[in-house]
């Protein structure tokens, strides 16, 4: 399998926010119907369809989100929150892998996800009790994390450059590459179940949504 994909070009098709005046976004994920955002001292869902914010809850988030179904989770600073998104109540916290430094969070196959960003890794992790179940090491820093369809993608920002990078998730090989533009950096990331891509836009505020390829390069 090659190591080295050929870049395709990222396609942007919408731009939401900034949200509440915020400056950043940390973290996103998808709950079947509503996007939401980490935006530091709260969370914001908004509607895909028409871009407006319709829940907020005050909960600290400077890293990933993640949905597992039924529950939201934050990573803020040292630990994991997992949040009932109705009253936005904590229900319980595990520490976080990266001890303060990690970036995306996603949710498969009964597990948390963690990406860790300047260790270069995505981290497999217990979702009661934050232990540790599998490891895979990445050649660029990793921002935001997504399973959809069976595949890995995390998101990467090193040296204002950006992509989505679909790996297998035996070994950390690269199957799959998408440029962001230049500018453009990628923080949270979650798949919507379908055709889009949702990318957290770091220091932009922004949150931008973005064509999932259906066809595979050759590998």
């Given at each position: 399998?090659?190591?080295?994909?050929?870049?395709?070009?990222?396609?942007?098709?919408?731009?939401?926010?900034?949200?509440d005046g915020s400056p950043a976004v940390h973290g996103v994920t998808h709950d079947g119907q509503r996007v939401w955002a980490a935006i530091g001292s709260r969370m914001v869902a908004f509607d895909p369809m028409s871009g407006e914010t319709?829940?907020?809850?005050?909960?600290?988030?400077?890293?990933?989100?993640?949905?597992?179904?039924?529950?939201?989770?934050q990573i803020a600073e040292a630990r994991i929150d997992k949040i009932d998104p109705a009253t936005g109540q904590v229900l319980a916290?595990?520490?976080?892998?990266?001890q303060g430094m990690d970036s995306g969070l996603t949710w498969a196959e009964g597990s948390l996800w963690v990406g860790q960003y300047r260790d270069r890794r995505i981290v497999q992790i217990d979702p009661e009790t934050g232990?540790?179940?599998?490891?895979?090491?990445?050649?660029?820093f990793v921002t935001g994390v997504t399973w959809v369809d069976g595949e890995l993608w995390h998101?990467?920002?090193?040296?204002?450059?950006?992509?989505?990078?679909?790996i297998d998730p035996a070994d950390g090989?690269?199957?799959?590459?998408?440029?962001?533009?230049?500018g453009t950096?990628?923080?949270?990331?979650?798949?919507?179940?379908?055709?889009?891509?949702?990318?957290g836009g770091g220091g932009s505020g922004k949150v931008r949504a973005v064509r999932r390829p259906t066809h595979r390069p050759a590998v």
């Open positions: 399998m090659s190591r080295n994909p050929p870049l395709q070009t990222a396609e942007i098709v919408r731009e939401y926010g900034p949200f319709v829940q907020r809850i005050e909960q600290a988030g400077d890293a990933g989100t993640a949905f597992d179904g039924k529950h939201l989770y916290s595990i520490p976080a892998p990266g232990a540790v179940r599998r490891t895979l090491e990445s050649n660029r998101g990467t920002w090193e040296a204002e450059e950006s992509e989505l990078r679909r090989t690269v199957l799959q590459r998408l440029q962001m533009p230049a950096g990628v923080s949270g990331l979650e798949a919507d179940g379908g055709e889009l891509f949702y990318c």
